[in-house]
């Protein structure tokens, strides 16, 4: 046990430093972008299934909420959250439309539209993507080796690992990074006392 208890670990630190370092350009751009959709009065929506239905709600509390500063709200929505409209999108129409509806009501040209999915291929993070582009909401990536995501997105972090749990592991550490460079763009007093 105590083996696997350190393989995973090893597992998990090795594939988070590798996929960082492979995007560091990237993360610092999509900071950038972030910061400047949220000063320009728009807002970040996020959405995935499962364990990334939970990274999007996780990411979203942390721009609304604070992450480690004292701070005035940040405009981030999960799609993930309310449970009468992904239930009577998915009664009245499909599985596949409960992001691409939501999209359609609440998003607005300049917003940003995060999509996470490890496989890369969920179709309904795939066909709000879509719906986001069309808009003219810029649309951010979170994927694990690739998928059809990766094709269609704006910007993609691909994580190299097939192991569901590190991709994941990975993508809740970006989450943290982007939501700390987010408030030293928009508060540097704060990061200066």
């Known amino acids: 046990m105590k083996n696997i208890i350190l393989n995973t670990l090893k597992e998990s630190v090795d594939v988070k430093d590798r996929f960082i370092k492979e995007n560091i350009d990237l993360i610092q751009r999509t900071a950038d972008i972030l910061a400047s959709c949220i000063t320009s009065g728009h807002k970040i929506l996020l959405f995935g299934n499962g364990g990334s239905a939970a990274d999007a709600q996780h990411i979203a509390a942390e721009f609304v909420n604070r992450f480690q500063i004292e701070r005035p709200p940040l405009a981030a929505l999960a799609l993930t959250t309310d449970t009468s409209i992904i239930t009577s999108i998915g009664n009245d129409y499909h599985f596949d439309d409960i992001f691409f509806k939501q999209i359609l009501a609440l998003g607005r040209k300049d917003d940003i539209a995060i999509g996470i999915s490890t496989s890369g291929n969920s179709k309904n993070v795939i066909k709000a993507v879509h719906a986001a582009k069309n808009i003219g909401i810029f649309t951010i990536g979170l994927?694990?080796?690739?998928?059809?995501?990766?094709?269609?997105?704006d910007h993609v972090f691909s994580v190299k690992?097939?192991?569901?749990?590190?991709?994941q592991e990975a993508h809740a550490i970006l989450g943290h990074i982007l939501c700390d460079l987010v408030?030293?763009?928009?508060?540097?007093?704060?990061f200066s006392e």
């Not at 994927?143 to 997105?153: K, N, S, V």
């Not at 690992?161 to 991709?167: F, G, H, L, N």
């Not at 408030?183 to 704060?190: A, T």
């Open 143 to 153: 994927t694990g080796r690739g998928g059809e995501l990766a094709e269609c997105a």
């Open 161 to 167: 690992s097939d192991v569901t749990a590190r991709v």
């Open 183 to 190: 408030d030293r763009i928009l508060f540097p007093e704060k």
